[in-house]
């Protein structure tokens, strides 16, 4: 009999509604800094070097400082984009100018995350709700990179082919 009612228990509750579901709100961490520390001093250096490119060179649109990030065969694993420095700084380049740099990241970031060679960010995303069109939902976008020789060599996010 108990067997019985934990199957039907469990039955009713993957047929309700995803909607009867709330989601949780994805929210930005509000102190950036702290997400840089790191008890090991490599990989702290690391979180610094992708915090400092997404800064200077992505957000900033300072094309001209990739090569202090990116080493020359970096390898780009976005559909969208080709591998190597020089196709970064061209791709990039048709969709921002160089603006001021600021102090912190301004997409609004959750965390940064390094573990050897390889560091984290993630970040919250906003979308429309395709049930409703009045409202939005977030959800959480990822950029992993490796490091290699103290510049980025490789990265990796969700990207989908456009």
């Known amino acids: 009999m108990t067997k019985l009612l934990i199957t039907l228990g469990l039955a009713c509750a993957f047929t309700l509604p995803l909607s009867a579901q709330a989601q949780v709100a994805v929210q930005a961490n509000p102190n950036q800094v702290a997400l840089l520390a790191s008890p090991d001093a490599q990989v702290a250096a690391n979180k610094r070097l992708v915090y400092d490119f997404w800064r200077e060179v992505f957000e ?3 094309m001209d400082l990739a090569d202090k990030y990116l080493t020359e065969s970096y390898i780009q694993h976005n559909p969208n984009v080709h591998s190597g420095r020089a ?3 061209d791709f990039f380049s048709k969709f921002t100018k160089p603006s001021p740099i600021a102090a912190q ?3 609004p970031l959750v965390s940064i995350v390094g573990d050897g060679d390889m560091v984290v960010l993630s970040f919250v995303r906003q979308y429309d709700d395709p049930k409703d069109a009045t409202k939005k939902y977030t959800t959480t976008w990822f950029d992993m990179f490796r490091i290699q020789d103290g510049k980025i060599a490789e990265h990796w996010d969700s990207a989908l082919k456009k």
């Open 105 to 107: 990241i301004k997409a």
């Open 87 to 89: 196709a970064f700084i």
């Open 60 to 62: 900033g649109g300072h």
